[in-house]
T-cell receptor, first 109, second 115 residues
Framework: TQLLEQSPQFLSIQEGENLTVYCNSS?????LQWYRQEPGEGPVLLVT?????EVKKLKRLTFQFGDARKDSSLHITAAQPGDTGLYLC?????????FGAGTRLTVKP | ETGVTQTPRHLVMGMTNKKSLKCEQH?????MYWYKQSAKKPLELMFV???????ENNSVPSRFSPECPNSSHLFLHLHTLQPEDSALYLC??????????????FGPGTRLTVL
């Protein structure tokens, strides 16, 4: 079973602060995805990482895939209220995709 | 708007009812998926269809019955559900199974409550 553990489970910060959320597993994944889900909506893909050590940037969001392809992090710089949502990671390997339970982020104005 | 629509958005049903969830994708994709999202639990993959053929059934109870009449439509037929089946049911699609790990598009989900 490829379990993905996300931490922290909940995070509440003020606008302008920086934050990092984590996605960890004991399993190796051939690719890993990050999604954001807003209330009443389905998850929306933010990024896919496939190479160990890979770093991708999406405006104020920086995603990193661990060297061993077992873990990943998402760093947000100068968080804004619009970043509020549930952040999910999902690992894919051998025709199987597993999701973490998510980090619920609240950014207060 | 992701190009994947789901109806109804909310559904309340008794344990003896029979109902169906509908998913439609307007993206020309060939693979479609059903997921279950319960509070504080990871998304659970339920069913996978590729070119209308079911390729995966993740030990889902038989009270959930999927149907894929064509590559654009996916149904989930529900009967004799239990209260613990209350959850958000999400449909997703991707270009094909090879595209699953690259990008999948989710619908907004159906919030199901079983009384």
């Amino acid at each position: 079973t490829q379990l993905l553990e996300q931490s922290p489970q909940f995070l509440s910060i003020q606008e302008g602060e920086n934050l990092t959320v984590y996605c960890n597993s004991s399993s190796v994944f051939s690719s890993l995805q990050w999604y954001r889900q807003e209330p009443g909506e389905g998850p929306v893909l933010l990024v896919t990482v496939v190479t160990g050590g890979e770093v991708k940037k999406l405006k104020r969001l920086t995603f990193q895939f661990g060297d061993a392809r077992k873990d990943s992090s998402l760093h947000i710089t100068a968080a804004q209220p619009g970043d509020t949502g549930l952040y999910l990671c999902a690992g894919y390997n051998n025709n199987d995709m597993r999701f973490g339970a998510g980090t619920r982020l609240t950014v207060k104005p | 708007e992701t190009g994947v629509t789901q109806t109804p958005r909310h559904l309340v049903m008794g344990m003896t009812n029979k109902k169906s969830l509908k998913c439609e994708q307007h993206l020309g994709h060939n693979a479609m998926y059903w997921y279950k999202q319960s509070a504080k639990k990871p998304l659970e993959l339920m069913f996978v269809y590729n070119f209308k053929e079911q390729t995966e059934n993740n030990s889902v109870p038989s009270r959930f019955s999927p149907e894929c009449p064509n590559s654009s439509h996916l149904f989930l037929h529900l009967h004799t559900l239990q209260p613990e089946d209350s959850a958000l049911y999400l449909c997703a699609s991707s270009q094909d199974l090879a595209g699953w790990y690259n990008e999948q598009f989710f619908g907004p989900g159906t919030r199901l409550t079983v009384l």
